[in-house]
């Protein structure tokens, strides 16, 4: 009998770390299975973005990837979206962090909208708007690097972590 219960308790407890396993599997692929199973529109999104016109809420929106986030100077933006950290000299976003990997309180298509989860399926020449104090602008990637510092404030840059714990750096650095 102690036998039994004893390979019982070893079978509970494998299939509770299985499904444990199954989870985090699942918490860190979810972005790319929803990538893969409902892709982008990059034109119809290029679209929508062109005729919108409503322009009273702060985003960044990155069509090739399906990013769609809100904006804002409040450190709290970081939480579901991008945290402006510095303006230029004409009030416009020049520095912008961005979760890599979201929340576990995210869905897949949340994570894929508002993270920079699919930041290395960006190219040089894709689009980006900003939408900033009712105004939408227009910029285009100019290119993606990597590193530890902040880039110089010559371009509006967005930058993500490249790993998930780590201070490595993802820049991508936008021109009009």
């Given at each position: 009998m102690g036998k039994r219960l004893i390979k019982s308790i070893l079978i509970i407890i494998s299939?509770?770390?299985?499904?444990?396993?199954?989870?985090?599997?699942?918490?860190?692929?979810?972005?790319?299975?929803?990538?893969?199973?409902?892709?982008?529109?990059?034109?119809?999104?290029i679209e929508m973005i062109e005729s919108e016109e409503d322009l009273s809420i702060n985003r960044l929106i990155i069509p090739s990837i399906g990013v769609d986030m809100k904006i804002g100077q409040d450190k709290e933006f970081l939480d579901y979206g991008g945290w402006i950290q510095r303006l230029d000299s004409d009030n416009l976003p020049n520095l912008i962090a961005i979760h890599r990997f979201?929340?576990?309180?995210?869905?897949?298509?949340?994570?894929?909208?508002q993270t920079l989860y699919h930041?290395?399926?960006l190219n040089e020449g894709d689009k980006v708007f900003v939408i900033?104090?009712?105004?939408?602008?227009?910029?285009?990637?100019?290119?993606?690097?990597?590193?530890?510092?902040?880039?110089?404030?010559?371009?509006?840059?967005?930058?993500?972590?490249?790993?998930?714990?780590?201070?490595?750096?993802?820049?991508?650095?936008?021109?009009?």
């Open positions: 299939i509770i770390l299985i499904g444990i396993g199954l989870f985090i599997i699942y918490e860190v692929f979810s972005p790319e299975i929803e990538y893969k199973i409902n892709p982008p529109n990059e034109a119809k999104i979201g929340w576990s309180t995210l869905s897949p298509e949340q994570k894929m909208k930041v290395n399926k900033w104090n009712g105004k939408r602008y227009e910029y285009q990637i100019k290119g993606i690097t990597n590193g530890t510092n902040n880039p110089s404030d010559e371009y509006i840059t967005i930058y993500t972590c490249k790993f998930y714990s780590s201070n490595q750096r993802v820049f991508v650095s936008l021109n009009d």
